[in-house]
């Protein structure tokens, strides 16, 4: 069975040796002919490959490990198409869907431990179901009745930030926190490759470097920035900017959840022997649009979306459990089911959501209220009180 307390032993440390020096992207955001670069476990065919250096950090994996983490990849897939449709029909007011890249967010979710931290963008829905979220806390905040999501403390996961980039540098923060504490936790940053462009980013990853925090900045470069391609703002794989910073990068297939849970395992475990932080470019594509406002046919190329179908990571796990015979279709369909379930929990949980009071705004913006918050909340309810005479 999976288990997050893996050690291999010492982390590679030189971005050379990890593979980070490749072709860039082409300008219709495929990935480059030459793939030779990308840690690989598992091929688009379900092919299980042999790679020495990768392998142990998932010799645990047995089949009932692998089929979890498929279920978990099912799941995900499934929920972020009912939250799309409840989008649709009015019922939220914005979803980021993460469709194609549920190996990147699962992969590196499972490697993490029940005392490790997570600052996400607001795309690691996936990730955060992994830590614990329920199917209503994934949408109160697109449904717009509450500012977050969730209680961070209760996933050990901050809710997701809409500043890009941003979360880099809170990452940062709670991992300068923990080696100050001396704590053995280590933090993941996930960000998308538009984020690189960000100084926040940048300055995030200069001050890890700078004092050693047990961080991994963790890009998922889904191809696109909204709708320009990732090569318009790096004429180089993401990956390679580590050695700038005096850390270690390394690519990985986006796609293939073991590779992805192998180079993340050893990137955590880095941070937690105290030797810093490491930056994973985890090569994915982005099937869908950037958030339900964006019409991705305007930019993207069809070709290049059947070529990633191609590369599917739900389909390559299936294929390998069952040619392993962990699998067959009575085992797909109660997978399927489990799945379903938790989308309708999610309907259900949304419709269940009301308004919150208007005065509420006021109430956690300050430790200790102000005189000018309360003078603004006096405001507010006395233009309530207007709006509601005028109604009668």
Known sequence: ?????????????????????????????????????????????????????????????????????????????????EAVALQRQGQLGLWPPLNGQEAAQ????????????????????????????????????????????WDPRDLNMATPQIVVGAQALHATGYALGCRL??????????????????????????????????????CQNNQWAISEPVDLQTRTPIATRAAGYGFPGVRVDGNDVLAVLAVTRAALDRARRGEGPTLVE?????????????????????????????????????????????LDDEGARAVAGRADAFAQAMRDGCYALTPPPSDTLFDHVLVEPTAWLERQRREHAAYRAMLEGDAS
């Open 106 to 149: 699962v992969g590196s979710a499972r490697a993490l431990r029940a005392n490790d931290f997570v600052f996400g963008s607001y795309r690691e829905n996936g990730v955060a179901y992994c830590r614990g979220a329920t199917p209503t806390d994934l949408v109160r905040v697109w449904r717009g009745t509450t500012q977050s999501g």
């Open 282 to 326: 985890a090569v994915t594509y982005r099937m869908g649009p950037h958030t339900t406002s964006d019409d991705p046919t305007r930019y993207a190329d069809p070709a290049v979306r059947e070529h990633w179908t191609a590369r599917d990571p739900v389909t390559r796990v299936e294929r390998l459990l069952r040619a392993r015979g962990a």
């Open 181 to 218: 504490d001396g704590v053995d936790s280590a933090v993941v940053a996930y960000f998308g490759d538009g984020a690189t462009s960000q100084g926040d980013v940048h300055e995030a990853m200069v001050f890890a470097a700078s004092g050693g925090a047990p961080v991994v900045f963790f």
């Open 1 to 81: 069975m999976l288990r997050s307390d893996v050690s291999a032993g010492p982390a590679r440390t030189s971005p050379h040796d990890h593979g980070a020096a490749a072709p860039t992207a082409t300008r219709d955001g495929d990935v480059p002919s030459d793939e030779g670069d990308l840690v690989r476990l598992l091929t688009p065919a379900g092919t299980r490959l042999d790679r020495p250096e990768h392998d142990p950090w998932v010799a645990d994996v047995d089949d009932d490990a692998l089929l979890a983490l498929y279920e978990d990849m099912v799941v995900v897939r499934r929920f972020d198409t």
